[in-house]
């Protein structure tokens, strides 16, 4: 258990922590030479069951309160000190405000200098306090006097935190490793050591850790854990950390920072979170109003951004999203509080939601619905709740590193709820078998109209039939989808085209004999600069319209593009053409000229330009001047099928993610379009 001080400055802090274990926290100088804390201090205390209780003491200075919120993030049990002399002080009163919004719920307070105090004093003093502890997490805690210099009450106040900490059930210790850096410095002999609070999950000699939000790798060489040397740290201890690996030295970590789990990596800037305003505060908080943010070690500048209609009220409670001007690494769930950029005093604070937050479309009744979820503490009962607001689906990936949940913690709830998986890309998408029944007979009922009303064509287009889809699902997991549709032959993927597998358009019998001439004429050597309109015509002694009219078709059912006025190339030859943008996209980052174009596809400048002005048009080429960049998320528009996978160190592969078998479990069979075979419904074959 690890216990932290609270309370004003002078008030014995330190000496009562020193009484308690015969260690004295102020190791600098320059707190030796003015008698105050200036930074954290640590100390422990073995007790009879052979564990070992860990103190952080905290500076009491007004101006120190951020050195304090450092170290009051990490504790269990709070010792609440009140000097009998002096009584209930303003850091006094500052500081349990910030234990309460802390959410620490568990303490005593310490009536310290008690020698000094007659009985009356005490019982005056005493009341105070219960007054002052009235209406906080602490309300009703007990005060026990003590006197560090005559020893009155000490060995009482021992004994009570050693049987408080028998009777603490410690932190979950299956989630994944975090620990919140309050001190880097050098050990000779050891190398770089960091200290800090295990906030979850537990670490082990020999693994391979990063360290955010700066991503760097390190290696843990050894741990001391409640001062003593460990094997592993695990939540709720003090641990320190002996790092190894390349750019590793003391001045590469800093208060703030948090060693972790690699998958756990993913700083943020933008939360949407609860805030709670103290009622002591003199005005309400409006849009955009500027803060100091703490959270675990870190701290950093922020504004408060109000997702309600109006400010929030002294006393009042509403969502926020806080828009940091550094990066943090944290979890949902992770208490913060906000002090007012001058550092003169506590405003509010609450608990992470979000660590994703959206910077549009933030504020409307979907949005509010999802973090009413989020904001539910157990996992399980999040998702649930998450699932059943629009749009209706959620990214596990994201949900189980977000919370930091241990490996296999997130498969275990998803097949409690039944959940159906579609792992695309770095995303594992799940959504409800009632979800998913529904998604798949709409979208063929969404088909089945489309044929009735366009016979002639030979399907509906993939981002168009994507967007009239509910759910609607990003475009690597909803082509996932239909690729698992198309195995089970309930619908046919034609190019860039969805088809119900029944569903044929087809050319008269006229018509497909003047295809068999054309046709071979767009193709072959001269694919690239096929024969115009004018030119087909007077080759077959065919009027102009009539070859119009079957080109515009066949460009209908996708045999075809018109690329320019009666210039029509063969779908093939325009997908082999975005094969030769890709390859010039990564031959030159920074663009390539139409010129160089026109050297890949032999063609002829006038009709090179043509062609990279279609890809203008449809947003598959960027033009900046005289080059060109290409465009990745519009690729899909000319592709040979719908869900090819990307080009060669493009993404996917490189995250286990993005792979089909990602949290399916050793065994199951991995199928098309990166389904888990044990998280799909039964396919109907009599649905169509």
């Not at 050591?193 to 290696?219: K, Q």
Request: with cysteine.
């Amino acid at each position: 258990m690890i216990i932290g001080t609270a309370g004003h400055i002078d008030h014995g802090k330190t000496a009562l922590v020193r009484a308690l274990t015969g260690v004295d926290t102020d190791r600098l100088k320059e707190e030796k030479a003015r008698g105050i804390t200036i930074d954290l201090g640590f100390a422990y205390q073995a007790i009879p069951d052979g564990e070992v209780l860990g103190f952080i003491d905290v500076p009491g200075h007004e101006r120190l309160v951020h050195t304090m919120l450092a170290g009051a993030s990490g504790i269990d049990f709070v010792l609440l000190v009140v000097a009998a002399d002096d009584g209930v002080m303003p850091q006094t009163r500052e500081h349990l405000a910030i234990i309460d919004l802390l959410g620490i719920t568990r303490g005593v307070v310490a009536l310290t200098k008690a020698d000094l105090a007659p009985p009356e004093r005490r019982a005056t003093v005493m009341a105070e306090i219960r007054a002052t502890l009235a209406g906080t997490a602490l309300a009703g805690a007990d005060i026990l006097p003590v006197s560090s210099v005559s020893g009155e009450g000490v060995a009482e106040l021992g004994d009570r935190l050693a049987l408080e900490a028998m009777d603490f059930a410690g932190r979950e210790a299956a989630g994944r490793f975090r620990l919140a850096v309050d001190r880097s410095f050098t050990l000779r002999g050891a190398g770089t050591v960091v200290t800090g609070t295990v906030l979850s999950g537990s670490a082990a000699v020999g693994d391979h850790l990063l360290a955010s939000p700066s991503g760097l790798p390190v290696r843990v060489r050894s741990i001391h854990a409640q001062n003593r040397p460990a094997e592993r740290g695990r939540a709720g201890e003090r641990c320190a950390l002996n790092l190894t690996g390349d750019r590793v030295t003391r001045e590469a970590f800093s208060r703030g920072d948090v060693i972790l789990d690699p998958a756990l990596h993913a700083p943020t800037d933008r939360i949407d979170a609860t805030l709670r305003v103290l009622p002591g505060e003199r005005k309400p908080i409006g849009q955009w109003f500027p803060v100091r943010f703490h959270t675990a070690a870190a701290e950093t500048g922020a504004r408060i951004v109000l997702l309600g209609d109006d400010p929030i009220p002294p006393g009042g409670e509403a969502f926020v999203q806080l828009v940091l001007d550094t990066p943090v690494a944290a979890a949902s769930g992770d208490r913060y509080v906000v002090r007012d950029t001058s550092a003169q005093r506590t405003i509010g604070g609450g608990r992470l939601v979000d660590l994703r937050a959206p910077a549009r479309k933030r504020r409307g009744p979907e949005r509010m619905a999802q973090l009413a979820a989020l904001a539910l503490d157990d996992p399980e009962a999040a998702l649930t709740a998450l699932l059943a607001a629009p749009p209706l689906l959620a990214d596990l990936a994201a949900f189980a590193r977000d919370r930091a949940l241990g490996a296999g913690r997130i498969e275990e709830i998803a097949d409690r709820l039944g959940l159906v998986r579609i792992a695309a890309g770095e995303q594992l998408l799940a959504l409800t078998a009632e979800d998913w029944t529904r998604l798949t007979e709409g979208l063929l009922e969404t088909l089945d109209g489309f044929h009735r009303d366009n016979p002639d064509l030979p399907g509906i287009g993939f981002e168009r039939l994507r967007l009239q889809s509910r759910p609607r699902l990003p475009a690597p997991a909803f082509a996932a989808l239909l690729r698992v549709m198309a195995r089970a032959e309930q619908v046919a993927l034609d190019g860039a085209w969805v088809r119900l597998t029944g569903h044929e358009a087809h050319l008269t019998e006229a018509d497909e004999a003047l295809w068999a001439e054309i046709g071979p004429r767009l193709g072959g050597a001269t694919r690239f600069r096929p024969p115009r309109v004018r030119d087909l015509a007077g080759e077959l002694g065919i009027d102009e319209a009539e070859i119009r009219r079957l080109l515009k078709r066949t460009g209908r059912m996708g045999r075809v593009d018109e690329v320019a006025h009666d210039h029509f190339f063969l779908r093939p030859t325009v997908a082999e053409i975005v094969g030769i943008l890709v390859q010039l996209g990564e031959a030159h980052e920074t663009g390539f000229s139409a010129a160089q174009f026109r050297d890949q596809v032999d063609s002829g400048r006038k009709v090179a330009i043509q062609i990279l002005e279609f890809f203008d048009r449809h947003g598959v080429t960027l033009r900046r001047g005289d080059l060109r960049r290409l465009n990745r998320h519009r690729l899909d528009l000319f592709r040979p099928s719908i869900g090819e996978p990307p080009a060669e160190g493009h993404g996917g592969e490189s995250s286990p993610v993005g792979r089909p078998d990602f949290k399916s479990g050793r065994g199951r069979e991995p199928v098309l379009g990166g389904f888990d075979s044990h998280s799909l419904p039964p396919i109907h074959p009599d649905r169509s």
